[in-house]
């Protein structure tokens, strides 16, 4: 059973950071493509950032370019994803996902989590 577990989530002010987390278990693949995805109240879910299997190729919407920084740990199941200089604007709940291939994908993942909310004050 394929299990993704977001970490990380909570209050910030305007102008801070946070770092997410995900943990993918149940995946027997070699290549996993992982991403963030985030949903505000009355919107659709929207892309935010992306990386490839080695780690080696990201991708990001143009909102979030120069703040926030996607990134896989040493074990390849791990993603995370730095947030800094926050806007209130990126208050949502954000999604971890993943699917099998080497590549960063803006769409078309198969996996999900159950979402970790971020709210960004004024």
């Known amino acids: 059973q394929v299990q993704l577990v977001e970490s990380g989530g909570g209050l910030v002010q305007a102008g801070g950071s946070l770092r997410l987390s995900c943990v993918a278990s149940?995946?027997?693949?070699?290549?996993?493509?992982m991403g963030w995805f985030r949903q505000a109240p009355g919107k659709e879910r929207e892309f935010v950032a992306a990386i490839n299997w080695s780690g080696s190729s990201t991708r990001y919407t143009d909102s979030v370019k120069g703040r926030f920084t996607i990134s896989r740990g040493n074990a390849k199941n791990t993603v995370y994803l730095q947030m800094n200089s926050l806007k209130p604007e990126d208050t949502s709940v954000y999604y971890c996902?993943?699917?099998?291939?080497?590549?960063?994908?803006?769409?078309?993942?198969?996996?999900w989590g159950q979402g970790t909310q971020v709210t960004v004050s004024s």
């Open positions: 149940g995946l027997i693949y070699s290549s996993i493509g």
């Open positions: 996902a993943a699917t099998i291939g080497s590549g960063n994908y803006v769409s078309g993942y198969d996996y």
